[in-house]
């Protein structure tokens, strides 16, 4: 028969096991979606021909042409390799049957890098939304017309893509929820 104080044990061991598999979750989450953003961005690029006032005028758009694409593209490979790392070493360590975040230190360096990356990713998120907007109203006091119209392939890849920048945000600020969890169990 069990001691009253050994099946607590269990149950906080249990509980902590849980709480490690849904960071290990999270991971994955995060990985995924900034690999698939930083895809879907990559093909993002299409040739049309718009008129303007009985004018054909070739179009062509890359996410290259933009710096905030760019940004994006540079933001989801920084967070493919931070999600790539620490998905490896949880994944390690649930099979090891470690804990994840080891000592305070260690969940403190999570929780700042997530954070990091986060914001990051949300920085990356909202540059390219700007250029975005821009490129589907146009530019009002111009007579060009908004881009999307002629260009939608790309105009919806990089808003698919923008789409998945900020989940990737949202796994993140998950994940960094969860840190705060380990830190504030005693």
């Not at 290990?24 to 008129?51: I, K, N, Q, W, Y």
């Not at 360096?109 to 540059?127: E, V």
Request: proline share 3%.
């Amino acid at each position: 028969m069990r001691r009253n104080g050994d099946g607590e044990e269990v149950v906080a061991k249990r509980r902590r096991r849980i709480k490690e598999l849904v960071q290990v979750a999270l991971r994955g989450g995060c990985l995924a979606a900034s690999a698939t953003a930083m895809a879907v961005m990559l093909t993002a690029t299409e040739e049309g021909v718009a008129d303007i006032y009985g004018f054909k005028l070739t179009l062509s758009s890359n996410w290259s042409f933009s710096p905030s694409y760019q940004y994006v593209v540079g933001a989801c490979t920084g967070t493919v390799l931070y999600s790539l790392f620490q998905l490896c070493l949880g994944v390690y360590r649930l099979l090891t049957g470690s804990p994840i975040t080891p000592s305070r230190f260690q969940a403190w360096l999570c929780f700042t890098s997530d954070q990091l990356f986060g914001y990051l990713m949300m920085s990356a998120g909202s540059a390219g939304s700007g250029v975005t907007n821009l490129n589907k109203t146009g530019i009002r006091h111009t007579p060009l017309p908004d881009f999307c119209k002629t260009l939608s392939s790309f105009c919806n890849h990089v808003a698919l893509s923008l789409l998945l920048v900020f989940l990737s945000f949202i796994f993140l600020a998950s994940s960094s929820f969860f840190t705060v969890l380990v830190l504030s169990t005693p």
